[in-house]
């Protein structure tokens, strides 16, 4: 299937199939203006976690297998599924910040903390999305 690529600052930002230019360019930008509120929210998860787990963000999208920063990274997936946003969604904004992944690690990951049945994850999750949807709502006002 074709694609239509979209740039921003000559880089690639967004990848639309063809079908959905049936719909006109409003479809197009509102999907682009969807995709940008994520990416804030995103960002947001991102801050929340590195803060709380003590990882930098550097660190976060660097490949590494150590525990330390999977799990932070395993915690984000969940938080941004939770939101919710898709996997696909989730994948696009970890390539976006330089961490390529296919859509079954981020599943793997979201497994991982939902089945682990640890208190202090689940905790967690609660207060990261709790104060992220805080700050979005002041932000809003």
Do not use: W
Not at 47 to 53: A, G
């Amino acid at each position: 299937m074709k694609s239509l690529c979209v740039k921003e600052r000559g880089k690639v930002t967004h990848s639309l199939p063809m079908s959905l230019m049936i719909f006109g360019e409003a479809t197009l930008t509102s999907l682009i203006k969807f995709n940008q509120m994520k990416r804030g929210i995103f960002n947001k998860y991102v801050d929340y976690v590195c803060q709380e787990t003590g990882v930098t963000r550097e660190t976060l999208f660097k490949k590494n297998r150590s525990a330390k920063y999977s799990t932070a990274r395993f915690l984000l997936y969940t938080l941004c599924y939770e939101r919710p946003m898709t996997i696909v969604q989730i994948v696009d904004l970890m390539a976006e910040n330089g961490y390529v992944i296919a859509r079954a690690g981020v599943e793997y990951g979201i497994r991982k903390i939902m089945n682990s049945g640890d208190i202090d994850a689940n905790e967690f999750i609660s207060k990261g999305l709790e104060s992220c949807s805080h700050e979005t709502s002041v932000a809003n006002a």
